[in-house]
């Protein structure tokens, strides 16, 4: 089952704070973070591993809490350089290795 | 780069006529996977491979056959093209473990007319 992400889309002046959100309905054992440009490939943004974990990628930072199969990913001072589809995605390598996303959340940062 | 190359990187082709699009990886990783793209769709997974000829259906298989008789290479078949195939296609890798990256191919931009 595909990961629930919300909201779908938001629009941002810079500078300011934003935070996407991925939930699932089954157990999630870890989260993968992904930004996608516009005419690009996706590209990878960081991993969480255990429950509770945070991590950081320059001004953005990502929660898990795999209690309430839930991730989070926090964009602080927002640039126009993060404008992009955000995805979460579940590596259900522990149930055959089917590698599922959500559905994406537009982020555009306007000037 | 992550090593992985996407042929053609974009085609057109007539309804009813047969496609192959192929990945080629250098990174010698156990998982392979094929997703397209649509928009307000985000990414779905269409087939996926977890070793050389062990393949597995993803969420938007009908349609679509693959074939991995090297480590290296994953095709993607289109037997029949239809105009709902029409879509942006990438490729994916990974050594398969909850905690590497997936690395994405460039894509490949299929029209069906």
């Known amino acids: 089952q595909q990961p629930v992400q919300s909201p779908q889309a938001v629009i941002l002046r810079e500078g300011e704070d934003a935070v996407i959100n991925c939930s699932s309905s089954k157990a999630l054992y870890s989260v993968h973070w992904y930004r996608q440009k516009h005419g690009e490939a996706p590209v990878f943004l960081m991993i969480l591993l255990k429950g509770g974990e945070q991590k950081g990628h320059e001004k953005i930072s990502a929660s898990f809490n795999e209690k309430k199969q839930q991730s989070s990913l926090y964009l602080t001072a927002s640039q126009l350089s993060y404008s992009g589809t955000y995805f979460c995605?579940?590596?259900?390598?522990?149930?055959?290795?089917?590698?599922?996303f959500g559905q994406g959340t537009e982020l555009s940062v306007k000037p | 780069d992550a090593g992985i190359t996407q042929s053609p990187r974009h085609k057109v082709t007539e309804t009813g006529t047969p496609v192959t699009l192929r990945c080629h990886q250098t990174?010698?990783?156990?998982?392979m996977y094929w997703y397209r793209q649509d928009p307000g769709h985000g990414l779905r997974l269409i087939h996926y491979s977890y070793g050389v000829k062990d393949t597995d259906k993803g969420e938007v298989s009908d349609g679509y056959s693959v074939s991995r008789s090297k480590t290296e290479d994953f095709l993607l078949t289109l037997e029949s093209a239809t105009s709902s195939q029409t879509s942006v296609y990438f490729c994916?890798?990974?050594?398969?473990?909850?905690?590497?990256?997936?690395?994405f191919g460039e894509g490949s931009w299929l029209t069906v007319v």
């Open positions: 994916a890798i990974s050594p398969g473990d909850s905690g590497n990256t997936i690395y």
């Open positions: 990174e010698n990783h156990r998982y």
């Open positions: 995605g579940d590596p259900t390598y522990n149930q055959g290795g089917k590698l599922i």
